[in-house]
């Protein structure tokens, strides 16, 4: 079982550059979320989905797009990278009960100069 | 909007020392996650608390759930340089569409 696979790990973008994060789970799991980690602010979602075609904004999402056209499938989309986008990203998916363990990436670091 | 305050941020304590990390909120929540995360990885459930008043014990870790679902706190007895790492809590709810409420997180060094 690959659980959650993320792609890239690591990325340097130039202000203004646009490029996709890929993010994959084999456990059939409905719910999943895009997260950013900076110093100092803990986990903050940028967009969720509770299921194949249905998508939401969460608490930071502009600058970004996301789609979920396959339960496996949740990528993440940055449209015109900003200096202020550079941080650590993951993806987590999980089942969508009450109570059920989130499973995450290993995490994208991006930089944007 | 609900939240989760954790204490202290930081802790560097030395190997065998005890330690307590809290996470409270004024929110009640179904259960409540902690999560452990070492340098370039993903967080990792630790466990999930969900009663009232209930206590979990993994190895020399015991996670305590507030009796009103408003807290929880994680325990570790003589504390090992493996324990190292950030320990972050997160609350579930039935609303707001069942994301995960997370606090801001615990760096936790133990210096052999």
């Known amino acids: 079982n690959a659980g959650v696979t993320q792609t890239p790990k690591f990325q340097v973008l130039k202000t203004g550059q646009s490029m996709t994060l890929q993010c994959a789970q084999d456990?059939?799991?409905?719910?999943m979320s895009w997260y950013r980690q900076d110093p100092g602010m803990g986990l903050r979602l940028i967009h969720y989905?509770?299921?194949?075609?249905?998508?939401d904004q969460g608490e930071v999402p502009n600058g970004y797009n996301v789609s979920r056209s396959t339960t496996e499938d949740f990528p993440l989309r940055l449209l015109s990278a900003a200096p202020s986008q550079t941080s650590v990203y993951f993806c987590?998916?999980?089942?969508?009960?009450?109570?059920?363990?989130?499973?995450f990436g290993q995490g994208t670091r991006l930089t944007v100069v | 909007t609900q939240l989760l305050e954790q204490s202290p941020q930081f802790l560097s304590i030395q190997e065998g020392e005890n330690l307590t990390v809290y996470c409270n909120s004024s929110s009640v929540f179904s259960s409540l996650q902690w999560y452990r995360q070492e340098p370039g990885e993903g967080p990792v459930l630790l466990v999930t608390v969900v009663t009232g008043g209930e206590v979990k014990k993994l190895k020399r870790l015991t996670f305590q759930f507030g009796d009103a679902r408003k807290d929880s706190s994680l325990h570790i007895t003589a504390a090992q340089p493996g324990d190292t790492g950030l320990y972050l809590c997160?609350?579930?709810?039935?609303?707001?569409?069942?994301?995960?409420?997370w606090g801001l997180g615990t760096s936790l060094a133990v210096n052999p």
């Open positions: 989905s509770v299921g194949a075609g249905i998508t």
């Open positions: 987590a998916s999980r089942f969508q009960g009450l109570n059920t363990e989130a499973f």
């Open positions: 997160a609350g579930g709810s039935a609303g707001n569409n069942r994301k995960l409420i």
């Open positions: 456990m059939n799991h409905e719910y």
